[in-house]
């Protein structure tokens, strides 16, 4: 069993209110209904099963609009097993079926018919899943919204609300509250709608959140598309490791980056869907459709310009507007009191070294003052601050405007950071060539052979350049910088450098 334990980018500008809110939401309706639906299916499933039996048996008895609607979405969606039960031949069924097998009085027979159908007129107007899941036969306008806040037990629920928090947090943090909330209720109308379309007719009541969700992972899957994904794999049960050390199970976590693992998913439920159908007790369709959705909808709202809208208004929000030293120091700004500013913000980075938009306003001010100096020594701090929460593109944006500005060398352990940014976007040639330069530029310093040793990770790794890979083992073995405890490392990168490219030239010597 394959599970997301946690994705890189853990942490929102903001409290995820509407996720948080959405979870509530399916919880509390989850807790209200769930002894109803239990207590209500049992006996409404019964007299759905006996209108069919006595309809495949009698088609001639007279149906009422209800009996009609529910027995020809039977035969849509269950063609096959339509005509296993009208079979003279068939085994008896239940208990029921015997009883109408031996009725022969068309009066009788019709009055039964009548019967049923007023049970189930009766339980289906009190039925929380009749009222509020959606039918594909005959789904309401209410349906489309509620269904999606019903589920049929506790995994289900836990299953759909972790997702949701994985993939929602993070998008409601770059859409906003607002789009953020429309998108996640016509997603979910919208996959409802595609599992219709897949399964016309069909009269199995749908609901759950998944639908949602799916869609919310389409469009984690467009916005982040490199972002990296821990997975624990949860297998072998073994009741001797139970009692060995009170665990029963296996786990191997690994990380697997979107691009790939979405898609994956995709198709699994694209093959399901397709094999089982409306035969399957899960909605893949739904699923399937949702995340088509919302990869689609992420890709209109990222380039119509609609997301960069919604994130100007967010950073407004949490702006320096919110904080009343930080719009004083704006208001003195506008003023020209950029001494007064100055000591004003100073003050305030010193209490709030986090505050990105301290530092930005004081970024104004040293560029309106033209000094060089305490710019760059902000835009180092800035570009950590981002660093440290997970915006790696504002990062570099940063770094650019560091060296744009006359920048020579970022501190070590920020450039080292940047350098680690750059792998997880999956930009491998950038990423080595600022380990390279940081190399050069702090050729006495440890972080040194860290960017080396990297560097050439990545060659052999990333960039099947095992030549150079081992010529930057080499350069490190000889370092004069104290690495005793990196030796082991070394020694068996170059000789894994060299079995690539003995490996790499014995395949060129075959080709020719």
Known sequence: MLI???????????????????IAI???VFLFTTMSMSDEGPQLGEVKSDILILAALHPELKMHPEEERLVDGF?????????????????????????I???????????????????YVKLSSTSITEQYAFI???????????ANFLHGGWMHLIGNMWFLWLAGFVLEDVWGRWLYSAFYLIAG??????????????????LGASGAVAALMGAFLVRFLKMKIEMAWIWWFSPIRLLRTGNPFRMFRFKAAAYWLLPLWLGVEVLYGALFGSMSSVAHWAHVGGFVFGALAAVAIRYSGIEQKANKAIEEDLAWTNDAELEQASSMMEHGQLSEAQTLLTSYVAANPNSLDAWALLRQIYTRQSDTKSYLDATVKTCGLHLKAHQIEAAFQDYAEFIDNGGSKMPTTTW?????????????????????????????????????LSAARLCLKKLNRPKDALAIYQAAAVSPIPHLDWETLIQAGIKEAKAALSSGNAIAAGAQ
């Open 4 to 22: 997301p334990i946690k994705h890189e980018n853990m942490a929102a500008r903001r409290w995820p209110v509407v996720t948080l809110a959405l």
């Open 416 to 452: 080292l950071e940047l350098c680690k940014g750059a792998e997880e976007m999956q930009e491998f040639e950038r990423a080595l060539s600022e380990y390279q330069e940081l190399a050069k530029a702090y050729p006495a310093e440890r972080q040194s052979l860290t960017a080396q």
């Open 136 to 146: 594909p036969a005959h789904p309401s306008a209410l349906s489309y919204l509620t």
């Open 26 to 28: 399916n919880t509390i």
């Open 189 to 206: 109308a919208a996959a409802l709608q595609f599992h219709a379309w897949l399964n016309p007719g069909s009269i199995t009541p749908t």
């Open 101 to 119: 097998k031996l009725m022969e009085d068309p009066e009788k027979l019709q009055e039964e018919m009548d019967s049923l159908n007023e049970q």
């Open 75 to 99: 035969k849509k969606s269950h063609p096959d097993q339509w005509k296993q039960v009208q079979s003279p031949y068939r085994d008896v069924i239940n208990a029921y079926d015997a009883k």
